[in-house]
């Protein structure tokens, strides 16, 4: 499975972005996909996945403000971030996992979100 991601940028603090995943490869093999975002001197987080039924879930901080969606083919993922705020800022991940709750059996190449005035 291969996963490109696409949109970050900058973007004032209160404003919207959405960021696009798109798999090829093996899409058959992903049963849920997601994004985890990394802030400078940060671990690594979770911050949304969406299973092939539907199913979502959020990190607290981000519940109410963002959203994560896919597809009918099941082969994209989509972020949609609202009412961003500066602790935002991060490089997001756009990942794939074969069943939730392992390791992703992939990675995009990250895309970074500036909220800044």
């Known amino acids: 499975v291969q996963l490109q991601a696409f949109g970050g940028g900058l973007v004032q603090p209160g404003g919207s972005l959405t960021l696009s995943c798109s798999a090829s490869?093996?899409?058959?093999?992903?049963?849920?996909m997601g994004w985890y975002r990394q802030a400078p001197g940060k671990q690594r987080e979770l911050v949304a996945i969406?299973?092939?039924?539907?199913?979502?879930n959020y990190t607290e901080s981000v519940k109410g403000r963002f959203s994560i969606f896919r597809n009918n083919a099941k082969v994209a993922a989509y972020l949609q971030m609202n009412s961003l705020k500066p602790e935002d800022t991060a490089v997001y991940y756009c990942?794939?996992?074969?069943?939730?709750?392992?390791?992703?059996?992939?990675w995009g190449q990250g895309t970074l979100v500036t909220v800044s005035s």
């Open positions: 990942t794939a996992w074969r069943q939730i709750n392992t390791e992703p059996i992939a």
């Open positions: 969406i299973t092939n039924g539907g199913r979502v």
């Open positions: 490869g093996s899409i058959c093999s992903i049963n849920a």
